[in-house]
């Protein structure tokens, strides 16, 4: 009886041993596929703030709060089943339907470029002067954008983990879906809360408080500003990488071979050779993507001036 005891507390370990290596394998693997997704994460964090911009303080935590469910929401139900299904039985439709995203990517940072040049940013109304609606149409819209910005964090994270049993790929994107969106959230609610924060501190009896309040109260500004400049660069960036690399694996392997050449080239200046190939492979994918955001800007541009009604708008 002891002994079927100890047998049996040995074959427990033995499983237990086999889950802790089988979850370590699984936070590394969604560690290194959410590195690859890092650039999508700069953008999504610098739009969504915009979506909260004019709410009062009290208003703006539940917004992100409602946000970040119906990101989860994108990742969870949406976005990864029909990923993995892909990935199970049509692996091959992956790299097309990514480099689709990356031209979107590439798309919005275009046009926002295009806009900032000839002085067409909207300049909409503070949103606690509009209806009791906007609140909620705001939300819609930042969960709609989030949809396009998660879709591509996923399957930049899948295509990572492409060569994983079908059941370790979920445990990867869900642990994926889960800490991105807790990043990303938390992340764009320190930003939003930060000027209240130097308010509370500019309160504060100490002077050194109130020095640090003023500070953060006036660097806000720039902040947004810097922050809205990283989000145009990154999906440039992100999204010209996506095309730069699915080229290659479709076959056409010029464009990135050249990129990849030039990084190389850079990697034996001494102590500072991995940043240089960094940047080069950076700045070269942010041409790319910014070349072919403006062919896609040009196109909308000529089909939307041929639509019935559209030189009177």
């Known amino acids: 009886m002891a002994g079927g005891l100890v047998a049996l507390l040995d074959d427990i370990a033995a499983l237990a041993k086999v889950a802790a290596a089988s979850i370590d394998d699984v936070g590394v693997a969604a560690g290194r596929a959410t590195a690859k997704a890092a650039g999508v ?41 029909a990923a993995l ?10 790299t097309p339907i990514l480099m689709l995203g990356g031209t979107y990517l590439c798309f919005e940072g275009a046009e926002k470029i295009y806009e900032k040049l000839a002085g067409h940013e909207e300049q909409a ?89 003023r500070a953060l109260v006036a660097a806000m500004p720039k902040v947004m500003s810097v922050l809205s400049t990283v989000g145009i660069v990154a999906m440039l960036w992100v999204g010209g990488h996506i095309l730069l690399k699915g080229v290659d694996e479709l076959g056409w392997h010029a464009p990135y071979a050249a990129v990849h050449h030039l990084e190389e080239s850079l990697h034996g200046v001494g102590g500072i050779g991995g940043l240089l190939g960094w940047l080069a492979n950076t700045l070269a994918s942010a041409l790319a993507g910014g070349l072919v955001g403006a062919v896609v800007v040009l196109i909308v541009s000529l089909i939307h001036r041929r639509r019935p009604g559209a030189a009177a708008h």
Do not use: C
């Not at 909260?52 to 989860?72: C, M, N, Q, W, Y």
């Not at 609606?133 to 964090?153: H, N, P, V």
């Open 41 to 81: 994460v700069v953008d999504d964090t610098a739009v969504t703030p915009r979506y909260v911009h004019g709410f009062t303080a009290d208003r703006e935590l539940p917004i992100i709060k409602r946000i970040a469910i119906g990101s989860l929401r994108n990742k969870l139900l949406f976005i990864t089943p």
């Open 85 to 94: 299904v892909l990935s199970q039985f049509a692996p091959w439709l992956l």
């Open 125 to 213: 109304e503070p949103a606690a002067m509009e209806g009791v609606d906007y609140e909620k149409t705001m939300t819609q819209g930042a969960i709609r954008t989030d949809f396009i910005l998660s879709a591509e964090i996923m399957v930049i994270s899948l295509n990572e983990v492409a060569h994983e049993p079908f059941l370790m790929r979920t445990m990867i994107l869900i642990v994926v879906a889960l800490a991105m969106t807790a990043l990303v959230y938390g992340v764009v609610a320190l930003i939003v809360k930060m000027d209240d924060i130097g308010l509370s501190l500019a309160e504060r009896p100490s002077a050194t408080s109130q020095r640090i309040g």
